[in-house]
């Protein structure tokens, strides 16, 4: 009877715990009920004192609501550039700790996640694809999309036309046009809007010009990399002195890759363009010369270049390249030294660029449409992060008046003011073969020519590699 | 009559009860999915973009694609490659020291600090180790600064860039966070080897060599045999460590690719059909790999 007894009781303990797995949310909230009460009696003075200040906020609240949406402005993004933009430009932006601030009684909540592999457009499709469904303070309200896969989000409807948040045409004048047509739509409906222009240049090693090309005006240096042939040459000068031309052969990708004659994709089919077999070609010479290395962008090997010790030449890249990635706040860098000059260099290309959209569903439009207003509409505020963070904004007028003024020059370039270099390229920029597959196919591309770059694989067998990695992503594409 | 057979009748029923348990554990977490997982290699189902496609069922269309192209074949013997290159050092020097650990004529001193330290490996997230040795073996890393400056080379080595480097980067990554626990797990076994065993050896004269050889090792057989399977099925789940080192690419050339590489990549667009054919070929592989393992050790007898 006793054994019987035993088996009951273990039975059940067994099927509890079996259940209790499964619904065990209310037992936690039932346990700490009788604590909370005993705090209650002991400071009864406290509880009254928390409450009184509370019930007013209530009684405000209401008021405020209506006139201003939602209480939370959740914003997606995949570095820390806009949050610092904001901090520093918005008015009425308040930190209060690494993700998370505060605009008048909106709490801002950043939502950063890197865009390595793939993981920001994951992690914000999840959210966009079950955005309907979430409660108004978790629904996203703002996002920020790159150049390269900008077309993913344009054409659906989880963007919204920022005409529908109330900016006009008028008010976007000033706004170099590419970053318009970008984010326009197949109705004509402009979807996002930027604060910066990237019209890419070649920004250079003074050291290592005055030592090898005997001065680093930037006349000298342009005559030196006026086109890839004399690039070559330079770059045969450059290994003698114990320089790498550049830091790695994906550094000049952007600059053959933005001046293609087709996109990545035509009707379904995965298209490369002859530009881009010249890069693999140049790009191959250059590396068996030993004048450059093939690592990727972003690793350690590739940035030692910012540092003297790093013996690099050359970088190619746009305005938030020389402010924001080359280290210019670390001690002991090119950048800090101000030991670095920009030419226009062999090709004009543009990289990257990150538009604001606002997100289909946002309870937040009115603060939305202000961020947006103040940040690249706003000729005070553009003017200012131009002279705080050295980036190129996107107003026209205003960055032709200043790349005539001095004040603008830039301190990682050692006083040189390359604005006007900017302005010329951003009036270039052609963004008519851009392809939603861009970013996928861009890295796949770079990461498959690797193999041929260091002998680990013929062209051919790259190029195969390129197109099955290709395939995986986009499984709808064929070659 | 009736009423004992009611009573033994009683009793079997607690016996499934107390299966209960497992069963749902197991019903939850690895029947349904394996289930769904056949069920969805059947079909057509992907993200493009933020537009879903599918599901559309097409049959064996994705296993048709998946053997065709012949990626599967190399993808294999990638995984096989850097799983033999650890396990080789992995079971040698486990059995060395278990050999030694569990000698008690060699009087070993501070024991358990070896023990907890040949263990410790172990307790290193996978990616953290594998992290550390992107960096370390980096183009211009400390072991390429350290090898150059010493003279040993006088160009950097770029081990990432080198096929028989990575993938051996790969299996000594492997073979240094697993022979800690494949020696605790042979420990055990030889210490369940009746002692009389080793002092009648002694006793007849017999060299060390010769009780490993002749009394540990087969002894040792189904532990050994269980240290492999376990280790082989680990082995073909190679993912986090090839994947940190190579940045996912599975470069040189995908001769560092494994299998769940692979599948991880059909992750980028969410592809259900084509990753839940993968993973049943996978688990047929593992499953024929097994048995030809199961079989092998125990017919040699």
């Known amino acids: ?479 | 009559m009736n009423r004992k057979n009611s009573k033994v009748v009683s009793y079997n029923k607690w016996g499934y009860i107390f299966l209960i348990p497992f069963i749902v554990v197991y019903l939850v977490f690895q029947f349904i999915p394996l289930v769904s997982t056949v069920y969805n290699s059947f079909f057509e189902n992907y993200r493009s973009g933020l537009t879903q496609i599918g599901p559309n069922f097409v049959g064996l269309a994705n296993y048709a694609k998946l053997i065709t192209n012949g990626d599967l074949i190399q993808y294999t013997k990638n995984t096989m490659i850097m799983w033999i290159l650890g396990f080789i050092p992995q079971i040698f020097f486990s059995l060395l020291l278990g050999a030694w650990f569990t000698d008690p004529s060699l009087r070993l001193k501070c024991q358990q600090f070896f023990k907890t330290v040949i263990y410790l490996p172990n307790l290193i997230m996978a990616s953290a180790f594998a992290m550390l040795f992107f960096t370390l073996f980096a183009d211009s890393g400390p072991v390429n600064s350290i090898l150059v400056s010493m003279g040993v080379i006088s160009q950097p080595f770029k081990f990432m860039s080198n096929i028989w480097a990575t993938r051996s980067l790969v299996g000594f990554m492997n073979f240094i966070m697993w022979f800690g626990n494949t020696t605790i797990l042979l420990m055990a076994g030889m210490m369940g080897i009746d002692q009389s065993l080793f002092e009648a050896a002694e006793v007849d004269g017999a060299t060390s060599n010769q009780v490993f050889f002749r009394i540990t090792l087969p002894l040792l057989r189904p532990i050994l045999v269980y240290v492999l399977i376990t280790s082989l099925i680990g082995g073909l789940q190679m993912f986090d460590v090839p994947q940190i080192l190579t940045n996912g690419t599975g470069d040189p050339a995908r001769t560092s690719m494994t299998l769940i590489m692979y599948l991880n990549k059909h992750l980028f667009s969410k592809n259900y059909g084509l990753g839940g054919a993968l993973s049943v070929m996978l688990f047929i592989i593992t499953g024929i790999l097994s048995m030809i393992v199961f079989r092998f050790s125990n017919s040699k007898k």
């Open chain 1, 1 to 479: 009877m006793s054994k019987k007894l035993l088996s009951v009781v273990l039975a059940s303990a067994m099927a509890a715990g079996v259940l209790a797995g499964c619904g065990s949310t209310p037992a936690p909230a039932a346990a700490p009920a009788p604590a909370a009460e005993e705090k209650k009696e002991e400071a009864p003075a406290e509880e009254a004192k928390e409450e009184a200040p509370a019930e007013e906020a209530k009684e405000e609240a209401p008021a405020e609501a209506a006139a201003d949406e939602g209480k939370v402005l959740n914003i997606y993004c995949w570095n820390e550039e806009f949050k610092s933009r904001l901090t520093d430009h918005y008015p009425g932006y308040e930190e209060v700790d690494a993700t998370n601030g505060k605009i008048g009684d909106v709490a801002v909540k950043w939502n950063i996640t890197p865009s390595t592999d793939n993981a920001y457009q994951n992690n914000l499709d999840e959210h966009l694809l079950g955005q309907e469904a979430a409660a108004a303070d978790d629904k996203i309200d703002l996002f920020l999309v790159e150049a390269d896969y900008a077309l993913k989000y344009v054409d659906t409807d989880y963007t919204m036309p920022v005409a529908d948040l109330g900016l006009t045409a008028d008010e976007l004048a000033n706004q170099y046009k590419y970053t318009q047509d970008i984010m326009t739509d197949s109705n004509g409906a402009l979807k996002g809007v930027s604060w910066q222009g990237c019209p890419g240049v070649l920004i250079y090693n003074r050291e290592a010009a005055k030592e090898v090309l005997g001065s680093d005006d930037p006349e000298t240096v342009q005559a030196a990399v006026a086109d890839w042939d004399t690039f070559v040459k330079t770059a045969a000068d450059m290994k003698a002195a114990g320089y790498s031309v550049m830091s790695s052969v994906n550094d000049s990708y952007r600059v053959y890759s933005n001046n293609v004659s087709t996109p990545w994709v035509v009707d379904g089919k995965i298209v490369i363009d002859d530009n881009l077999m010249k890069w693999v070609d140049d790009s191959k010479a250059l590396v068996d010369a030993g004048e450059t290395g093939t690592h990727a962008l972003w690793s350690d090997d590739w940035s030692k270049g910012f540092y003297p010790d790093g013996k690099v030449f050359a970088y190619f890249g746009p305005a938030w390249l020389i402010n924001f990635s080359m280290a210019a706040d670390t001690e002991g860098s090119i950048a800090n030294a101000g030991g670095w000059g920009a030419v226009e260099g062999p090709q004009g290309f543009f990289w990257g660029g990150t538009w604001i959209a606002a997100a289909q569903g946002t309870d937040n439009p009115t603060l939305v449409a202000d961020i947006m207003r103040q940040l690249t509409t706003n000729e005070q505020i553009m003017t200012d992060i131009v002279k705080a963070d050295s980036d190129f904004v996107n107003n026209k007028p205003a960055m032709e008046a200043a790349a005539e003024n001095d004040e603008y020059a830039f301190k990682v370039l050692g006083g040189q003011n390359p604005l006007a270099m900017f302005c010329a390229g951003a009036e270039k920029i052609d963004l008519s073969n851009l392809s939603p597959y861009d970013q996928g196919c861009n890295e796949a591309f770079q990461n498959a020519m690797k193999n041929y770059f260091d002998g680990n694989s013929t062209k051919e067998e790259a190029l195969d590699i390129f197109y099955k990695s290709v395939v995986e992503k986009y499984p709808e594409l064929t070659y």
